[in-house]
């Protein structure tokens, strides 16, 4: 089994390339997988939220890990979303990454029915038992509507196929608790979902950020984080200052529930990173508010520009 030491670092969650038909855009996919790279990622997550997983074609997500596997070509680890209502299909998909050459998965709770700790505990060990990949914990309770709590993570951190735990709660006290917890478990790995966070929670303890703005300037995340390791605290306030101007300027624009992905998707298609198209129900903005994002996006630029002065 790969060693977890190699989960630390900025694993961005990488947005899927579609065409207007919601098929993958493959040259654009490689396109981002190399802007990625030559960012200095220290892995890459396909298959999460920002990914669009839930709004996927079986095929188009068998389709994302071989490209993506065969691009990166053993540069970096990869991490691959698994998440399922159906427990098969989760099997079947860790089975494909695990063909492919991905690393680990990563695993929100199946997301419909009405569950507690027990059942969760008993879904996961049971995941963990049916696949060859290192397992990560994924605790979206937004979009889950049930939370991983830090006891059930201590519980299910003694199966050896589990670890770690993504952490997408959005509550820092949570993210706290789970590095009190594992304080003397060093090897299971704690990532941090929400960017807003990522120099509060390395401080904590945390190993690292599967942060969506990463898409977009891969160099910012990693730099903060490499500061951090040298403990540079100057540089690291200096670029978190950074990180939460472009997601007050780019994650908040309309009214829409989805205005994170609408925001980081068009963001990235003003670079030529992607085309702003989205998986149903999700659908792109108008060309008002895409012009609207447009301003907000050149300042958001020249902040990240000026970081590195």
Sequence with gaps: MIQSTVFRGI???????????????????????????DGGVHGIFILGTTGEFAGLSSAVKRNLIQITCKQ??????ILVGVTDCSFTESVDLAAIAHRSGVEAVVAAPPFYMNIGQAELIN????????????????????????????????????????????????????????CEAFKQQPE???????????????????????????????????????????????????????????ANNLYQNGTYQSSYLKGLKAAMSFEGL??????????????????TLYAKFLQVKERVRHSFD
């Design 11 to 37: 694993f961005p969650p990488m947005i899927t390339p579609l065409r207007p038909d919601f098929s993958l855009d493959i040259a654009r996919t490689e396109r981002l997988i190399e802007h990625l790279i």
């Design 72 to 77: 990166v070509n053993g540069r970096v680890p």
């Design 123 to 178: 879904y996961y060990q049971k995941l963990a038992d049916s696949i060859e990949l290192p397992l990560f914990l994924y605790d979206m309770p937004s979009h889950t509507k049930i939370r991983i709590e830090v006891e059930t993570a201590v519980k299910l951190s003694k199966h050896p196929n589990i670890i770690g735990i993504k952490d997408s709660s959005g509550i820092i006290e949570n993210f706290q608790a789970l």
């Design 188 to 246: 299971f790995k704690i990532l941090v979902g929400p960017e807003e966070f990522l120099a509060e929670t390395l401080k904590m303890g945390g190993d690292g950020g599967v942060t969506g703005g990463a898409n977009l300037y891969p160099k910012l995340y990693v730099a903060l984080y490499e500061a951090f390791q040298k403990k540079d605290f100057d540089t690291v306030k200096k670029l978190q200052e950074t990180i939460h101007f472009l």
């Design 274 to 291: 992607c085309e702003d198209n989205f998986a149903p129900p999700i659908f792109p903005y108008t060309p008002v508010e895409k012009s």
